[in-house]
């Protein structure tokens, strides 16, 4: 990188500016622009660009993200200890689709070979996912999987993986309490993930309170399990939702009884036969998976969820408006879009609610905000409570400048939907555009979550670094800073920070990330961290109480 001091600044209206260099700046070096650093100003730190005497308002992207607790001549250090952070956006009042949607042009053409599934939905990975109810099993689980890997797996080829869906939840827990249908229908969804081609299987402990009824009650695999019996009769090859099955069909499957392995069945006599029972169960649902063949399917079939984690004051400079234009790429070319991370877009709501493309999208996103602010509340909390010491150190004052370069990822697109945390997309009948899934920003809650609501793609941008990765669906990382990307060269899968260097554009990157997320779904190209094989737990949001 140039050692020639280099700020950015993010509008023409601001007051602040972040120092690109490597490193940070020491006192006394001068930009073109003739400012001079009166102090050491850390790399992705903002420098006042003007006198801010006490009270002044610092503006970055062009809103306040708060205002000088004392005077800071020009070329000052502007960190968290002289600002005071302004208050949280009232849900008052808000203006509601009044912004006219951008005019995107349809994108057409573009495509990947995926796993077409019964429900219509398309998998970009072929995955045994092995649901539980209850934690009590995933020892046992885990058990199992390593054999099923190692015994089963290498006869059939086809099959990318084995995934035991674990979690903490399904006994101690307030199970009727209003909010556990949260915890409950994440589960439930993720196990009808896009990847893993309709094949549940679950086990059970047998005592537990989240019984296998209650997670997955009668007819909420019926369309997978007819499309798997047409498959295996090899009556057509491929099963057209729409119109090939009949209320019959569809009756005949809501009446088929749930796979289910419960452990404390009478039938199991030692821990062996629990494993072979299992094994035998697998055995099934990979010979069906085996099966499956990618076809080309469009780039509309995606289903992407993006996110950030461990963010710096590059996040929203480089990567994330990266992402933000590949976004709108994604959204021209018809495909789904999530974003999520109730405490990392609150602070920009009234641009949300704008943006929406009805009044009702914007009410419901006001909803979950309204639902998320009183979560908080409950514990003594607000969204303040978001930034870590990293995104402090990485440059990031408070929330609020963290929401408005996270809010980037989301491109220009009107938001067309909403769903609530753990619902599906596909039951709530959205198979295209930008979609707010209101989630916790917490990395592996909002990937679950995403999950749940249908990703087959993940998109995790990262300034100060995660290995993050999930063993249900590819993640690609984008790196914010050549720093990283370097020293992390066998981790991040695309370097943004050439965009702070002046070598790409944000649309260079925005159209090398769309390119990559084809062959990545296409199966073509594989993400570190899939390669590694780094995966993170799955994690329940559950706001409900425990017993
Ligand atoms: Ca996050």
């Not at 059970?204 to 295996?232: D, F, H, N």
Request: charged share 20%; proline share 5%; net charge negative.
């Amino acid at each position: 990188m140039s050692t020639t001091p280099l700020f950015i600044k993010m509008h023409p209206l601001d007051n602040v500016a972040i120092v690109v260099n490597d490193g940070g700046l020491p006192a006394g070096a001068t930009f073109a622009s003739g400012l001079t650093l009166t102090q050491a100003v850390p790399q992705g730190h903002k420098v006042a660009l003007v006198d801010l005497p006490r009270g002044s308002v610092v503006r970055r992207y062009n809103v306040s993200i708060g205002e000088t607790l004392k005077d800071l001549p020009a070329g000052s250090w502007v960190n968290e200890a002289v600002l005071h952070m302004p208050p949280a956006r009232s849900l008052e009042a808000l203006p509601l689709a009044t912004q006219a949607a951008p005019v995107l042009p349809a994108l057409e053409g573009y495509t990947f070979e995926g796993y077409r599934n019964a429900d219509g939905s398309v998998g970009t990975r072929n995955i045994l996912a092995i649901t539980t109810t209850v934690q009590c099993v995933s020892g046992v689980v885990e058990f199992a999987v390593t054999r099923i890997k190692t015994e089963l797996l290498p006869r059939y080829p086809n099959v990318d993986d084995v995934v035991g869906l674990e979690h903490t939840y399904g006994c101690g827990v307030a199970i009727d309490a209003p909010d556990a249908i949260i915890p409950i229908r994440t589960l439930r969804n993720i196990s009808l993930n896009p990847n893993f081609g309709g094949e549940v299987m679950v086990v059970s402990l047998g005592c537990e309170k989240l019984q296998p009824e209650r997670l997955l009650p009668r007819g909420t695999i019926a369309i997978q399990a007819v499309a798997a019996r047409a498959i295996e009769s090899r009556a057509t090859a491929r099963f057209d939702v729409n119109s090939a099955q009949s209320d019959s069909a569809l009756e005949s499957a809501a009446e088929a009884p749930l796979d289910v392995v419960c452990l404390q069945s009478d039938n199991h006599v030692g821990f062996m036969s629990m494993i072979d029972s299992i094994m035998q169960s697998a055995d099934k649902h990979l010979a069906r998976l085996n099966a499956r063949r990618r076809e080309t399917v469009p780039a509309s079939a995606l289903v992407v969820g993006v996110q950030c984690g461990g963010s710096d004051a590059f996040s929203g400079v480089t990567a994330n408006p990266a992402v933000g234009f590949c976004t709108d790429l994604l959204v021209r070319a018809g495909a789904t879009v999530m974003f999520s991370e109730v405490t990392e877009v609150r602070d920009g709501i009234d641009q949300l609610t704008s943006r929406a493309s009805t009044p009702e999208v914007a009410q419901a996103m006001i909803r979950e905000m309204a639902w998320y602010d009183a979560y908080l509340a409950k514990g003594n909390a607000d969204r303040s409570a978001n930034t870590t010491p990293g995104n402090k150190k990485g440059g990031l004052s408070n929330i609020v400048e963290k929401a408005m370069g996270s809010i980037v990822k989301s491109g220009s697109a009107a938001i067309s939907g909403v769903l609530s945390p753990g619902e599906s997309l596909r039951q709530n009948g959205i198979s295209s555009g930008l979609v707010y899934a209101a989630t916790p920003a917490s990395d592996f809650i909002c990937g679950t979550l995403q999950l749940a609501a249908g990703m087959n793609l993940h998109v995790f941008t990262t300034g100060r670094g995660t290995p993050y990765g999930l063993a249900e669906c590819p993640v690609i990382k984008v790196a914010t800073r050549t720093d990283l990307a370097l020293r992390w060269h066998d981790l991040m899968d695309v370097n943004a920070g050439r965009i702070a260097e002046g070598s790409a554009s944000i649309e260079d990157v925005g159209w090398e990330l769309f390119q990559l997320m084809l062959d990545v779904a296409s199966g073509r190209k594989k993400t570190w961290a899939e390669h590694w094989k780094l995966h993170n737990a799955l994690v329940l949001f559950n706001p409900a109480p425990v017993t």
